[in-house]
């Protein structure tokens, strides 16, 4: 007997919530390799990933997953299931379009490409890595033709990360942002002026950088019920489900800034996934809806409010408490300053508020010529240091400190750079709009008034999960299309009281 | 083409690692849940729980693994993969021979009746839980019957816990250490003697606590780049892979031993796990063989190193130094004394070395009447508070200090409390041999030089994991089958030296 749609459909969300379960567990175990998990047992627990993953990948491309697709798509009642449909439906044509042999090889190349990539850095030497670096190019250009893509081929990679988000929309708004940013950095470095820093760096004790940390994720509104903070290398939040949302920082005893401002920053990106409706439980659309919409919650609540003279009115006397006097005859405007030094540098995850937008642009600006045979990837380190001193006026002295700093490309994560500056101009794009619908929102910032604020992001942002797209989730809260000029006026705002600067 | 036998154990093998995956994942859920995973995470932590345990077991019974066990069961030549077969056909005959309905009717009553017991017990109120408990038993009771038995019907509850081990066996082994137990308590009351242990009742900050239970630990030979110890409610040591085999405790402040000697016991238990020869990895082989082994090794270091005189005349002063003055100008015999008073107790988990023999053997005489029909479990509460009198000489005064403690029995693990002592005649017999092979022995404790007593048990007992039987691993260690006098003996050696009897 024919089983009739509402059976199938039931199937249907039986198999995805295996998917997800396989995922669940998969993330625990990152989370745990990467907070503590005994050295010995890494070897084998490689395996128990490797097992879960080929299970979860099988499954999103199985006869049984086409079947489901073609029976129900279009044929379905509910708006989850029908978004779960849309989902599956990408997964399963991204990957069933690539041949098995050249998927294995690119695996394989992968993780070879990663270890090479890290020894290249260590000796500072882009020819090690660049016939790696060659090979993931080409089958990644292989791959978009398998794939397709209107418009630019770029467009193809760009899609996994920021769906809407194309090389048409990002040429228009990278240029607006280049062409404001650049002039502004140009002026503070002519200025001469340069806050005074001594202070942040003395020593603070691990266990007070975190008492405090836990102090500030409370106070934006994490709830630790369904959370914890654990120490780690390379901080991350992963988000299990919305009850299991974890954070983790690490901790430099002489620069407080790196344990407060990455916990914060994870907050941020912790409290997106604590706040998806529970109704999107063991569905694939139960996280974020995308890299750059995840980035706008982390950096939002990093710089907009982490490094705000107002969050400092409410807790640079919590801050003195903890520390062991560093801070002690520094006056609010002082401490401001200091934590909103920009000055070019090298290291883009070092980089300051104002020039960490350049760093992306000149990223986005190699990989879209990568992909249109404009740049060989034997020209990298010249492009990419020319580029370093026309947009920030330095020039990397060697490859570790310049093409080859971020551990993206070995990973053949092409396209998603620009993630990172799209969240940057929605979060800002949001505040535009949270501020006109919360007039107290200034004064929010001073009293330490953050719910309210988090109760915004959940009801535009958070609590849809999957079930919008980026650009749908930007209209819907603010009323307009990706705008630049959000950023730009903030920065300018920002900085010329930074440094004091007369622009307009 | 019809795939050759050598194929087919290569698949067989790479099929019985995908389920070793998935348990080592849960694992590794079940480890995280008890030491610390967000409270609002649980229930969808639980759906993936379901789902990977209900992947295990349908793998463990489905045709693929019927063909395999017809296919490869004498016709492969490694003994791995034969020992695999044999563990595997042991669970699908287990599995396969109970209709599906009844298994499913039992873990809904299983779940419903833990939560029951739960509440009896708080309410001390067996009536409660009397109804659930019948149920329990006479499904227990249908799986006897379609598992089938040799001898006795509780002969096919050991089996699963301590194969080799029947009813025979106990009856005499238990009847002698219960005829030879029951005077010498029963001499130690009449003697009126009794330990100053005021001393140890001090408060002892869990820090301190913590530091000197992780020099123990290192002490006795476990492994911390293959291991972590962390705090729970209910201590454990779960083995994810020898690699990762990690300890928790629990801190009393008001009582050390239960941390010190509680990490101890699971440190035993770690150090088997952690010691299993490499080669198995991967294969359902890489765990302890049974209940009853596991046990010999944690009640080796919690008593006969732990409790013993040397671990003591070794570390007392190390003690003393984590301690805050609670033991300062207790002489060594008197710390020594007090931390081994004997005295009848109601609940198992905190009974002596002496008497905890006598909780075990009340359960297992109670088990056995009722799987021979001899004891209705309406008459349960009459006949333990009996027992209690008989061998104990205390009488509960109500369900929850008599028959409610234990959770076993609303899980519906019947069969299982023998383990406990078989675990501690074993751990005497070896030690027997163990004193023999090593006449080293006794100093070595007095010194802290407790490596070459942990390979003793690497080589003897631990390399093996599941590829020999208990009773093999025994007799090939010992060169005796099981043998209660070890156990007496020290016993008997070491209370007629605590309380200065006159014992021959």
Redesign the interface.
Known sequence: MEKNISEIEKEFLEYV??MG??N??LG??YW?LRT??????????S??I???QS?VFKMSVSDEMEAYIEKLSGNVPGSVTNKVLEECKKNFERNRKIPESLFREYVVLQARAESIWEEAKKASDFEMFRPYLEKLVAIQKQFIEYWGYTGNPYNSLLDMYEPGITVEVLDDVFAKLRDKIVPLVSEIAKSGKKPETGFLFHHFPKESQREFSLEALKQIGY??????LDETVHPFATG???????VTTNYDENDFRTAVFGTIHEGGHALYEQNISKEL??TPLCSGTSMGIHESQSLFYENFVGRSLGFWKNNLDLLKKYADGQFDGISIEDFYRAINESKPSYIRIEADELTYPLHIIIRYEIEKGLFNNEIEVKELPEVWNRKYEQYLGIRPRNDAEGVLQDVHWSGGSFGYFPSYALGYMYAAQFMNTLKKEMPEYARLLETGEYLPIKEWFTKHVHFFGKMKKPLEILVDATGEGLNPDYLIEYLYEKYSGVYCLNID
Chains 1, 2 share one sequence.
Request: aromatic content about 4%.
């Open positions: 919530k295996k379960a396989y669940e567990a625990l175990i745990d503590g998990a005994p050295r010995e047992g890494h070897v084998q627990r395996e128990v490797g097992v879960l299970e709830n630790f019920n369904a959370g914890r299990l489900n919305p009850g299991d949302v974890r439980i063991g």
